[in-house]
C-alpha cells in the first residue's frame, strides 16, 4: 500500500463519510426532538436523486403524484381535527399548505420539465417536491402517535419505509439512475485527482452544517428545537408547539436527505432501494456518537466513511461486515458506562 | 323455458369442452419487487406474451409475487404445487430463491423449470431443468476473445452475492484452457457509493483485462470508476449486465465495452442463416412493441423458452397421464429431458438425462457497446 493510495481512499472516505455526517445529523436531530428512529431518512435520498435524474432525461417524476396524494391526506386529517375542535378559521391555512402549495409545485414541474431548464432550477425543483414530503410524512404517520413509546415509534418507522420504497419502485423503476455532475472539474491536488464532484459533496456538506449550528445557536426555531430535545413537557409548559417543533425536525430531515440525494447522484447509481442502506450507515455515525451530541455525530460518520473506504480496499467482500461490526463495541461500551434507565416516563 | 334450455345446453357444451381439454397449469413464481426487482419485471412481463395452449392444450399460467426473497419463492412454490395442483413450475430471478423451488419441487416430484442459471448437485437436478446458458459457457466467450487478443492477466471485481459467486467461478474456470491468469477477487454491492478500494487495487496488480460480474445497471459503477482513474485494458461483462439502462447510466465511459450474450438482444444483425434469428427477432419485436422501444433484454427471453420447452414435451406427456396428476408430472419430466432440437429466442435446447441445459455455442454472442446501443461484434 502505497502513500499515493492511502491519499486516494481518503479522498474516498472523507467524501463518503461527508454524506454519512449530514444523515447522522439529521438522525439525531429527529430523534432528539420527536424520539423517532427516523428509518425513512434514507429514502429521501433516494426520492431527491431519482427525481433530478428523470427531470434530465425529460420525464415527470411520480414523486409529485406521492405529494399531491401526500398533501391531500394530511389536509383531510387536518380538516376533521379543525372541524371537531370547531376552529374553522384554520381551514384556508390546511389548505393553503396541503392542497395548494403541493398542487403549485406539481403544475411548476409538469411546466418545466419538457423545456429542460437549467441544472440550478432542476436541483431548486426537487427540493420543492421533496423537502415538504417530511412535514406530510410527519402529518399523516407520526403525529397522531406522537406521545407513543420508542419502539412504536420505530415500528411506525419501518412501516413508512416499506410504503416509500415500494412507491419508489413502482415510480422510478428497479433500475438504477445516474444524474449529470455538477461540473466536470477535476483538481490536480499533489498525486491525487480531485473530482469537482467531491469538492462540491464536501463544501456543501460543511455548508449544512454550519448553517445548522447557527440555527440551532441563533435562531428562535432552533433555540426551541433544542429545549425540545432537552425536555419534552418542559418545553411544552412554556408554550413550545411539539407539534410544530415534530415537523420542523422532519423538515429539516427531509432537507438535509435530499440535499444528500442531489450531491451523491453524479458520482453513483443508485436505484429505489439505496437510500435505506446509506441512511442506515448515517445511522451507525449517530451510534457511534451515542445518538446524543452532534459533533460526536458527525465524527463517528466521517469514522464509518472512512473505514469503509479502506476495507473496500483491504477486505471488499468484508466491507459492509466490517462497518456494521463497529457498532457492537460501541453499543457494549455505552450499556457498560450507562445505568439502565427505563424508557421514558408516561406523560 | 327456452332461456333455460339454453343455458343448460350451453352449460353442457362447456362441460363436455373441459372434459375434453384438460387445462395444463404452470406455477410461476417470480419477484417484481425487492432487490432483484430489475430482473424480475422483465421475467413477469414476458409472461403477458405467452402462448395460451401447450402442445395444443389450453393453458393457466399463475404468477406469484416472491419479492426477491427466497423463503418467499421456496413458501410460493409449496403453494403452487399443493393448493394449485401445478403441473410444472417456473421461476424465480435469483440463485438462492431458484435454489429453493428446486428443493421444493425435488421433495413434491414436480417438473420445474429453473429461470436463473443455478448449480446443483447430480441428483437434484431430477426434477430440475435449467434455461438460461451455463455460466461457464457464457464466460467460454470471454475467455476465447481475451486469448485472441492476448490477454495473460484478468482483474475480477463482482457482487458481493451468489452472482458474483458464479462469475468468479467461471471466469477462474477458463483459466488454465485459454492461458490467462485471475489476479483479483474483489467484491462490491449494488448499493454501494462507491468503488474506489477495490478499483485502486486492480490497478494495483496491472491486469491486461478487467472482467465485472455484476449485473443490469449495478455493473456500471466499476467501470465508470476503472475508466476515471485511467484504466487502458479492455473491461468484460458478463450476459447479467446487457439492457439499455446500463448504457444510459455507464454513458461514454462504458463505450468499447464487451459482454456476452444470447442472440436475442441482437436479432438484426444476425446472419440470415443463424439458427435463432426467427425466434429471436419476433421475441423481441413483440417484448419491445408491449413494453416500449430499447426494453429489450435477456431475462424475459428465458422465461419464454421455459414456456417454449415446456410446449415441446406436454404433447409426449398427454399420451400418458391427464394434466393434473401426479402421473402426467412424471411423464411431463421425463418428456423434458427428451425434448431435441427446441429453437428459443437464446438458442437451440437438446436436453438429455445428464444434461438439463441443453444449450450449446450457438446460445451465445458477444456484443460490445458501440455509440451507445450493444452492437454484434463480428
Not at chain 1, 415538504?132 to 413509546?149: D, F, H, N, T
Not at chain 1, 464509518?304 to 477486505?315: D, I, K, N, Q, T
Not at chain 2, 401447450?54 to 393448493?83: C, F, H, W
Request: glycine letters at 10%.
Amino acid at each position: 500500500m502505497t502513500p499515493e493510495i492511502v491519499a486516494w481512499l481518503a479522498q474516498d472516505g472523507i467524501t463518503n463519510g461527508a454524506i454519512y455526517a449530514l444523515l447522522a445529523l439529521a438522525l439525531l436531530l429527529v430523534f432528539t426532538v420527536t424520539r423517532v428512529i427516523f428509518v425513512p431518512q434514507g429514502e429521501f435520498i433516494a426520492y431527491a436523486a431519482l427525481s433530478l435524474a428523470l427531470m434530465e432525461s425529460g420525464r415527470v417524476p411520480g414523486t409529485i403524484y406521492i405529494l399531491l396524494a401526500g398533501g391531500a391526506l394530511a389536509a383531510a386529517m387536518e380538516v376533521a381535527s379543525a372541524v371537531r375542535q370547531h376552529a374553522l378559521a384554520r381551514l384556508p391555512r390546511i389548505l393553503a399548505l396541503y392542497v395548494v402549495l403541493p398542487a403549485a409545485v406539481a403544475g411548476a414541474v409538469w411546466w418545466a420539465v419538457p423545456r429542460n431548464l437549467a441544472q440550478w432550477a432542476q436541483v431548486l425543483l426537487v427540493l420543492a417536491m421533496v423537502v415538504p414530503l417530511g412535514p406530510i410524512m410527519y402529518r399523516v404517520a407520526y403525529q397522531p402517535l406522537a406521545s407513543a413509546s420508542v419502539l412504536v415509534l420505530f415500528i411506525v418507522s419501518m412501516a413508512v419505509h416499506y410504503v416509500m420504497m415500494g412507491l419508489s419502485l413502482v415510480f422510478f423503476g428497479g433500475e438504477g439512475l445516474r444524474s449529470r455532475p455538477f461540473s466536470d472539474g477535476q483538481f490536480q491536488l499533489g498525486v491525487l485527482n480531485v473530482s469537482a464532484q467531491s469538492l462540491w459533496v464536501v463544501a456543501a456538506s460543511l455548508v449544512l452544517i454550519a448553517a445548522l449550528w447557527f440555527l440551532f445557536e441563533r435562531s428562535i426555531y432552533g433555540k426551541a428545537l433544542r429545549a425540545t430535545a432537552v425536555n419534552r413537557v418542559g418545553a411544552r409548559l412554556v408554550g413550545i408547539p411539539a407539534n410544530l417543533m415534530g415537523q420542523l425536525s422532519f423538515l429539516l430531515a427531509a432537507f438535509i436527505g435530499a440535499v444528500s440525494g442531489i450531491l451523491i447522484s453524479p458520482i453513483t447509481t443508485l436505484y429505489y432501494d439505496t437510500g435505506f442502506i446509506i441512511g442506515l450507515k448515517g445511522f451507525v455515525g449517530a451510534i457511534l456518537g451515542g445518538m446524543v451530541s452532534y459533533p460526536l455525530a458527525a465524527l463517528g460518520a466521517l469514522t464509518v466513511g472512512l473505514l469503509e473506504s479502506f476495507a473496500s480496499f483491504w477486505a471488499s467482500a468484508y466491507k459492509e461486515s466490517i462497518v456494521f461490526t463497529l457498532i457492537i463495541p460501541v453499543l457494549v461500551w455505552l450499556s457498560l458506562r450507562s445505568r439502565h434507565v427505563e424508557e421514558e416516563e408516561q406523560e | 323455458m327456452n332461456r333455460t334450455l339454453l343455458a343448460a345446453l350451453a352449460a353442457a357444451t362447456a362441460l363436455g369442452a373441459a372434459a375434453a381439454h384438460a387445462e395444463i397449469t404452470i406455477g410461476v413464481t417470480l419477484g417484481a419487487t425487492g432487490p432483484g426487482a430489475s430482473l424480475g419485471i422483465h421475467y413477469k412481463n414476458a409472461f403477458q406474451l405467452m402462448p395460451k395452449t401447450l402442445g395444443g392444450e389450453p393453458v393457466k399460467y399463475i404468477v406469484l409475487e416472491d419479492g426477491s426473497d427466497a423463503t418467499n419463492a421456496g413458501k410460493n412454490a409449496r403453494k403452487l404445487i399443493t393448493e394449485d395442483k401445478v403441473d410444472a413450475i417456473m421461476g424465480s430471478n435469483g440463485v438462492p430463491s431458484s435454489l429453493q423451488i428446486a428443493q421444493v419441487a425435488f421433495e413434491t416430484k414436480t417438473p420445474y423449470v429453473c429461470l436463473t442459471p443455478i448449480a446443483l448437485p447430480p441428483e437434484k437436478y431430477h426434477w430440475t431443468f435449467v434455461v438460461p446458458q451455463p455460466t461457464e459457457l457464457m464466460m467460454g466467450a470471454v475467455a476465447e476473445h481475451m486469448k485472441a487478443n492476448g490477454v495473460k492477466t484478468v482483474g475480477f471485481i463482482g457482487f458481493s452475492d451468489g452472482w458474483g459467486d458464479l462469475m468468479y467461478k467461471a471466469t477462474t474456470h477458463h483459466a488454465a484452457a485459454y492461458g490467462y491468469k485471475v489476479v483479483t477477487d474483489e467484491r462490491y454491492a449494488r448499493a454501494d457509493t462507491s468503488v474506489t478500494g477495490q478499483v485502486l487495487k486492480i490497478l494495483a496488480a496491472k491486469p491486461d483485462a478487467v472482467v465485472v460480474g455484476g449485473s443490469g445497471t449495478g455493473g456500471a459503477l466499476p467501470h465508470v470508476a476503472l475508466v476515471e482513474r485511467g484504466y487502458k485494458g479492455r473491461i468484460y461483462h458478463n450476459h447479467g449486465t446487457v439492457n439499455a439502462e446500463f448504457i444510459r447510466v455507464g454513458g461514454k465511459a462504458v463505450e468499447g465495452a464487451v459482454a456476452p450474450t444470447g442472440p436475442l438482444i441482437v436479432p438484426e444483425e444476425l446472419p440470415a442463416s443463424y439458427p435463432t434469428k426467427a425466434v429471436s427477432s419476433e421475441f423481441t419485436k413483440r417484448y419491445e412493441d408491449t413494453f416500449g422501444a430499447g426494453k429489450r433484454n435477456a431475462f424475459g427471453g428465458y422465461s419464454y423458452d421455459g414456456v417454449l420447452i415446456l410446449n415441446a414435451a406436454v404433447p409426449a406427456a398427454l399420451k400418458k397421464a391427464k394434466p393434473g396428476t401426479p402421473e402426467f408430472r412424471a411423464a411431463l419430466r421425463d418428456a423434458l429431458e427428451g425434448v431435441k432440437n427446441v429453437v428459443g429466442s437464446h438458442g437451440v435446447y437438446n436436453m438429455t438425462p445428464t444434461n438439463h441445459n441443453g444449450q450449446d455455442e450457438r446460445a451465445r454472442v458477444l456484443v460490445r457497446v458501440e455509440n451507445g446501443v450493444w452492437r454484434l461484434l463480428k
